[in-house]
């Protein structure tokens, strides 16, 4: 599904325009990207939750020069989906 046929979607559904249905969406997005970029979980209910984990830095192997490199620590993002959609998922 493109993100144009979401809008779509949610446009026919709640019957709004699709101007007010993108400027929701955008919102939405840019509320939950605000929340995670400051270092907080966010969990929409009956979807999952979206939590910023700190990956520590590692020593890797490097085949071609033959040498041992670190790779620095970074932020990545984990997502854990709710119950409901577990069991939406699995029927």
Do not use: C, W
Request: glycine share 4%.
């Amino acid at each position: 599904m493109t993100n144009k046929e979401f809008l779509e979607k949610i446009s026919q559904k709640t019957h709004l325009e699709m101007d007010e249905v993108k400027e929701l969406s955008s919102s939405l997005i840019g509320v939950v990207l605000d929340e995670i970029a400051n270092g907080n979980s966010v969990t929409i209910q009956g979807f999952g939750s979206f939590e910023p984990r700190e990956k520590a830095s590692r020593k890797i192997y490097n085949p071609t020069s033959k040498t041992y490199m670190v790779v620095p620590s970074k932020t990545t993002l984990s997502y854990k989906m709710s119950a409901v959609l577990k069991t939406q998922l699995n029927k």
